[in-house]
């Protein structure tokens, strides 16, 4: 094994409280296969890490595709739209951490928003050098090794070695290397470009023939296009992309739901009904109390 490795254990996780509490840290050592590639995108309310820890996967966060290499490290604020695309083949394996930690410790504000800042980058994936690499990962070599024993002191120190990583990260803003690759063929790049300005103007006037006049493609290309490479028409993409940023405002806002409709895209309240219905398997003023009740910290839509 490399010294710049990821010490990996396969099923192995370490969970420290749960997602409705401030402090909460969730390790996944496991493996993904394509055959369970998820349909379309999700988020959560927390912040979530991911590390490849095999040869190639894909990204994709809010529409627009990123081409992954071993020991990429996604970083990922919450709220933000994302899943990850495994090729066809073995499984591969990857290491996922949710956390969220209070902020708002007296004195530490200034310290705790640098330590994040690499969640905010446009492009936040981070490729580093073999020697930089090693230095970021041995914090969550620690982790890893620790919490294989039994120690009542075992949450603060994970705690406090977490924070090395995030920070030992930070430090690196200048040195990171990731360039966003094109992937695919010229078509597929065009259906990306696509579905990034989808997720960039939900809540303008969206149709197919609007979207092939910005994009200089005849709409019935677009069309047939668009569905073989998505699994999505059009139409349908659009929906799935309103329906998500409205569910995020029904959990994490006090808005009116008539409000939300509009600010989403919806020219009716009885359309945003219909279409809310339809993609999560009820109204949103039933979702919104469900989750309220739940305290639900990821949610996904209904197909």
């Given at each position: 094994?490399?010294?710049?490795?990821?010490?990996?254990?396969?099923?192995?996780?370490?969970?420290?409280?749960?997602?409705?509490?401030?402090?909460?840290?969730?390790?996944?050592?496991?493996?993904?296969?394509?055959?369970?590639?998820?349909?379309?995108?999700?988020?959560?309310?927390?912040?979530?890490?991911?590390?490849?820890?095999?040869?190639?996967?894909?990204?994709?966060?809010?529409?627009?595709?990123?081409?992954?290499?071993?020991?990429?490290?996604?970083?990922?604020?919450?709220?933000?739209?994302?899943?990850?695309?495994?090729?066809?083949?073995?499984?591969?394996?990857?290491?996922?951490?949710?956390?969220?930690?209070?902020?708002?410790?007296p004195g530490l504000e200034i310290a705790y928003n640098n330590m994040l800042l690499p969640f905010?980058?446009?492009?936040?994936?981070?490729?580093?050098?073999?020697?930089?690499?090693?230095?970021?990962?041995?914090?969550?070599?620690?982790?890893?090794?620790?919490?294989?024993?039994?120690?009542?002191?075992?949450?603060?120190?994970?705690?406090?070695?977490?924070?090395?990583?995030?920070?030992?990260?930070?430090?690196?803003?200048?040195?990171?290397?990731?360039?966003?690759?094109?992937?695919?063929?010229?078509?597929?790049?065009?259906?990306?470009?696509?579905?990034?300005?989808?997720?960039?103007?939900?809540?303008?006037?969206?149709?197919?023939?609007?979207?092939?006049?910005?994009?200089?493609?005849?709409?019935?290309?677009?069309?047939?296009?668009?569905?073989?490479?998505?699994?999505?028409?059009?139409t349908e993409y659009i929906q799935m992309t309103r329906i998500r940023h409205a569910q995020q405002?029904?959990?994490?806002?006090?808005?009116?739901?008539?409000?939300?409709?509009?600010?989403?895209?919806?020219?009716?309240?009885?359309?945003?009904?219909?279409?809310?219905?339809?993609?999560?398997?009820?109204?949103?003023?039933?979702?919104?109390?469900?989750?309220?009740?739940?305290?639900?910290?990821?949610?996904?839509?209904?197909?």
């Amino acid at each position: 094994m490399l010294e710049s490795d990821l010490l990996y254990e396969q099923g192995y996780s370490v969970r420290i409280n749960t997602p409705a509490d401030s402090l909460f840290y969730y390790f996944d050592y496991d493996q993904r296969s394509h055959n369970i590639n998820m349909e379309f995108q999700h988020f959560h309310d927390f912040y979530e890490i991911h590390i490849l820890m095999d040869s190639r996967a894909t990204h994709i966060i809010e529409g627009n595709m990123y081409a992954l290499q071993q020991y990429d490290i996604v970083l990922l604020r919450p709220y933000r739209l994302h899943k990850t695309q495994y090729p066809v083949g073995p499984p591969h394996k990857r290491l996922i951490i949710n956390f969220a930690m209070p902020k708002n410790i007296p004195g530490l504000e200034i310290a705790y928003n640098n330590m994040l800042l690499p969640f905010g980058e446009e492009v936040p994936i981070y490729r580093l050098t073999n020697e930089l690499r090693r230095a970021v990962f041995e914090p969550l070599n620690h982790i890893f090794t620790l919490s294989h024993g039994i120690s009542p002191l075992n949450p603060l120190l994970i705690h406090s070695l977490f924070q090395q990583f995030l920070c030992a990260l930070s430090q690196q803003r200048d040195r990171n290397t990731y360039v966003k690759d094109e992937i695919g063929n010229a078509i597929m790049q065009k259906i990306y470009s696509i579905t990034s300005y989808v997720h960039s103007h939900y809540n303008d006037e969206l149709s197919l023939d609007f979207i092939a006049k910005e994009f200089y493609i005849s709409p019935y290309y677009l069309s047939h296009q668009f569905k073989s490479i998505t699994g999505f028409t059009l139409t349908e993409y659009i929906q799935m992309t309103r329906i998500r940023h409205a569910q995020q405002l029904l959990i994490y806002s006090r808005q009116k739901i008539s409000l939300i409709a509009e600010q989403c895209g919806f020219n009716s309240f009885s359309q945003f009904n219909r279409v809310f219905n339809k993609l999560s398997s009820m109204s949103p003023s039933e979702f919104r109390k469900q989750q309220a009740s739940s305290n639900t910290a990821s949610t996904m839509l209904s197909y």
